[in-house]
């Protein structure tokens, strides 16, 4: 390229021609800047990010798989009985009777209730209906005909009996009832209609 004239018009040493760079001091392999009017550069994205991006979805679904397997644990475990339960589904619901009608205790009721029924309150409640109804009356005695299974289809069983009241002046008063029980390590009573 030859030298242009040093007399101040375009192409001058002090005003570059169009599509001239100035010499840039921050070294070999940079971008210069862009012309104006022009957006910045902007450089790729590190391959670092999108690693780290990787790892945490991996990583958070690693945990959302061990909590889900934790709590499935949990729900199929928390449904298992404490204890025994009866050897007969009568057995379970005579048992159930006899703690709700004769001794008005509902805490020994909750011991023959399958685990997915019990509900404490409910059972506290029912007691005190069946004391508030017996308090209205001169010496009132409970009594069942033995619970009759209607129903049995492997582990569950449709039980029904007749639950009496009379009193010392011989009133009387009678309630059908039928239950569901289930056999889980042993006969429960989970429903009472």
Do not use: H
């Not at 001091?25 to 391959?47: E, F, K, L, M, N």
């Not at 619901?93 to 685990?115: E, G, I, M, P």
């Not at 029924?117 to 017996?134: G, H, I």
Request: aromatic fraction near 6%.
């Amino acid at each position: 390229m030859t030298q242009p004239p040093n007399d101040g018009a375009t192409g001058s040493p002090a005003t570059p021609a169009p599509g001239d760079t100035t010499p840039d001091d921050s070294g070999p392999g940079t971008i210069p800047p862009p012309p104006p009017g022009y957006p910045a550069y902007q450089a790729p994205v590190a391959r670092r990010r999108r690693g780290l991006l990787i790892a945490s979805l991996v990583l958070a679904g690693a945990l959302l798989l061990c909590g889900g397997g934790g709590t499935a644990a949990f729900l199929a475990l928390r449904n298992t009985e404490d204890g025994e339960g009866a050897k007969e589904p009568a057995v379970a619901v005579d048992n159930f009777l006899t703690a709700v009608y004769r001794d008005q205790d509902a805490k020994k009721a909750a011991d023959y209730v399958c685990s997915d029924a019990r509900d404490q309150e409910k059972l506290d409640a029912k007691v005190a209906e069946v004391r508030r109804y017996a308090a209205g009356y001169a010496n009132p005695r409970f009594r069942w005909a033995s619970p009759k299974v209607d129903n049995q289809t492997g582990d569950r069983a449709t039980v029904t009996t007749k639950v009496t009241m009379t009193t010392a002046d011989e009133k009387v008063a009678e309630q059908a009832l039928r239950f569901t029980v289930v056999r889980k390590t042993g006969w429960w009573v989970c429903e009472v209609a």
